[in-house]
């Protein structure tokens, strides 16, 4: 059994900064990439930054400059440091996994944390 377990998550006002963290736990193999998602109310989710197995990262356009994602290897823990945050920010963030569970012959999969709220207001 995998879990992603996020966490990190709480108020803050314009322009301050958080730090999500995201734990993988369980019968893991391996894991090609992680990354954060989020989804605000009335739109859709959308990819925030992923890292892979081997470093590299990617961003939304709308938070380069002021997220950065990074990895414990060791620890099966993705991080997400968010600085100046905007109100835009706003919205449930969910952590994912591209991982192969253990066990003979089990396929890379997708999966899923719960979310963790981030608020972003004066």
């Known amino acids: 059994q995998v879990q992603l377990v996020e966490s990190g998550g709480g108020l803050v006002q314009p322009g301050g900064s958080l730090r999500l963290s995201c734990a993988a736990s369980?019968?893991?193999?391996?894991?090609?990439?992680m990354g954060w998602y989020r989804q605000a109310p009335g739109k859709q989710r959308e990819l925030v930054a992923a890292?892979?197995?081997?470093?590299?990262?990617n961003y939304a356009d709308s938070v380069k400059g002021r997220f950065t994602i990074s990895r414990d290897n060791a620890k099966n823990t993705v991080y997400l440091q968010m600085n100046s945050l905007k109100p835009e920010d706003a919205a449930v963030y969910y952590c994912n996994a591209d991982l192969t569970p253990l066990g003979p012959g089990g396929d890379g999969m997708d999966y899923w944390g719960k979310g963790t709220l981030v608020t972003v207001s004066s």
């Open positions: 890292i892979t197995s081997g470093g590299s990262t």
């Open positions: 369980g019968s893991i193999f391996s894991i090609n990439a």
